[in-house]
Each structure stands twice: as C-alpha cells, then as structure tokens.
C-alpha cells in the first residue's frame, strides 16, 4: 500500500512534471512568481533547466522551502494565513507590475496557495481573513467553496495577479489539487478569470450558517471591485497549463498496482463528501469485490468538526472505513495526503487492516468513541499507524488505496 502511495506522489514531484512545460525564454526578462506547496520545489525545477537570466519570489508553507538560488522563496503559514504570507504576496504583485510587452511572467501555482498568498481586498483585514477562514475549514464546505469566499476577499487571487502582469506574456504552471481539476479554483485561481460573483460567496457563508465580520458582510454587498470575468481582455496575455493532476497519480499508482498482479479500478480522481460517509460507500464496494483487486481514489473529502480530537481527513475516512468493515478478512486500506500533511497534523495519513479494531480493542482504545470525537489522529496513533513522511513538495490532494486479497463477497 506504501508503495502505491510513493508512486502517486512521484508522479506529481516538480522536478519530474514542470521541466517539459517550461517556454523558451523571451526576448525580455523572465519573473518568477508563484505559490503553494510544492512552489519552492516548482521554482527549483525551472531555475535547473533554464538557459537563461531569471530571478523572482515564491512562497510556500512553513517547512515546505528548497534552496534555489535566483529565485527567492518565503515559508508562510497554512492553512490560515499569516503576516508573512501578506507581505509576499504585496511583493508578489510589485514584482510583476511594470514588466513590458517583451517580459514574461511565470507563475507556478499548487495546492495551498489560496492561504499562502492571502492578501486581503480594501477594507478587510487580515484578522477577518484568518477569523472566516479557520470557521470555514471546520464547516464542511468544499474546497470550491471556500476558495470562492476566499477570491471575493483578496487583493490578488481571482485573476488580480494575471491583471497585474500586463503586458508582459504570463504562463501559469499549476499542479492541481482539486476535484475537477477547474483553474479558477486551483489557488483561488489568482492568474485566471472568476465566473463567480461576491453574491456567490456570501451565499457561501449563509449556506454553512457562518456569520462574518461586519468588513466581510459590506465588502461582499457591495460587489465592489469584482473578479475579471471570462472574456476579460485584461488577460488575454495570460495562458493555464496544468503540469500534474490527481489523475495523473491514480493512474501511476494504478500501473503498479497492474505490475504486481492485481485488477485495478478507480472509483475517480474528483471524490468529494463527508469523509466518514464516502468511507461507508467505498466499504461497500470492497465488500462486492474480488481480490485480489487495489481499488484507488482521490479528491477532497471533508470533515465536520464536532468533537475536540485531532483528526486530518484521511485519518478519519480510515477509521470510519474500518468501522464499516467490522475487521472483513483480506481488505486493508491507506488513505494519505499527497503533500505528506493531513489537515494540521504531522502524518500524511494512516493504514488499517482487517486486525485494526481488534488492536484497538486490546489496548482500550475506542474507535467509535474517537470517531465521534473528530479524534482519528489518536486512534492511529495509539495503535501506531500512521504514515509519516515529512512534506513532500508537491500536492495531488488525497490518495486512497483499498486492497483486496482473495474472494470478498457481500
């Protein structure tokens, strides 16, 4: 299962998917901008294959840096922004604005730029921004979602940094981390156009009954200052390509799966819903299927927090997956974020088996007490089950892998 998971993250690894996507160098300068988890990788990858002069900025999460040595990289706090986060990205925008017609501006773009370049929109504050953001990742909503609250909010994402490189050609390189792969949503989509409006985002918030600061509610009313629409000349200089994506590492990871003797099927690289509910699904499944199969997914699941433990997604799709496997002989799982961090915690993710709860059970542990208590993260560690990797430096979002050995059955 380990190796599976190391295959879907290879896939995805900078040094492997940026090269081949990189343009020729212009006949003026090239800037380097860009931000995520895997943009100090990124950034890395292109200053080892350019033939030419190139500096700039990017920022990633705290842990997350590389040593590159032209361009510049900042570490930053995610998933709720902070003060360094803000000022790379006012740098962000001072270094592509003033560029000409014969410059270019390259922005490598991953899974967690929407909180690592937050810089908010006049007249909200960065306290406002941190306040929404943490309720909002606590909610249950989709990553959509929240990134559309986020781009309605800020001075740079929704295609205000495509805005503010012209007239210089803009190439963004982006490593997508969420279901359906859309650009507007990869990192709040700061070089693209934004179909969504500042009604959609305070629909958002009533959806999820969040009540924000006052700041929020007017800037959000007012629909002042919107996001460049589909169609906006504003970036007609500016191109999207996508280098990796979840697909990608399912596929990976399916092949080996293929190598080694097993049928692989993937459920989809676009799984969404509550964690707990799309592991009772894929539990049914493994239980309609012969072994031996590797059933894989990615996507983004979420969770609803209602207890006061220490979770990450994949933790608690793993515990409820066990739970609805009642220890089925022949079926083990991973479930692992492929950035290495699940949620706010130091594992990428977790495995089970068919012994897990009866592990638990001899050492006390209660899987559904910590269930109910958003606790996973306590479950496997007591049972020492995690997978710990360490940042990774690149983001595919979630991989999943059920294994099934022999005849399974309903």
Known sequence: MRSLFHAAVARALPARCVPPYLPAPPRGRTIVVGAGKAAAAMAKAVEDNWPGPIGGL??????????????????????????????????????????????????????????????????????????????????????????????????????????????????????????????????????????????????????????????????????ADETPKPGDQRLSHARFTLVATPANALEAAAALARARGYRAVVLGDAVEGEARVVAREHAEIALRTDGPSVLVSGGETWVRVRGGGRGGRNAEYLLALALALEGRAGVHAIACDTDGIDGTEANAGCVIGPETLARARRLGVDADAHLDDNDAFGFFAALDDLVVTGPTRTNVNDFRAIVVEGVSGA
């Not at 990633?60 to 032209?70: A, D, E, F, I, L």
């Not at 934004?194 to 629909?223: F, M, T």
Request: aromatic fraction near 2%; charge should be positive; charged fraction near 20%.
């Open 58 to 223: 990017v920022v990633t999460r705290y842990g997350h840096g590389v040593p590159c040595r032209r361009i510049e990289v900042v570490e930053a706090a995610h998933p709720v922004p902070d003060r360094r986060g803000q000022a790379a990205a006012l740098r962000i925008l001072d270094l592509v604005r003033g560029m000409g017609a014969d410059d270019r501006v390259l922005c490598l773009i991953s899974g967690g730029a929407s909180a690592l370049l937050s810089l908010p929109a006049p007249g909200v504050t960065l306290a406002d921004k941190q306040e929404i953001g943490a309720r909002m990742l606590k909610s249950g909503a989709t990553i959509a979602e929240i990134n559309c609250v986020r781009k309605h909010l800020s001075g740079i994402k929704g295609g205000r940094l495509g805005v503010a490189a012209r007239p210089a050609s803009l190439l963004t390189l982006a490593i997508s981390d969420v279901p359906g792969d859309d650009p507007s949503v990869i990192a709040s989509g700061p070089t693209v156009a934004d179909p969504s409006s500042s009604a959609d985002a305070l629909a958002v918030l009533e959806k999820y009954d969040i009540n924000p600061p006052a700041a929020i509610v007017e800037r959000l009313r007012s629909c």
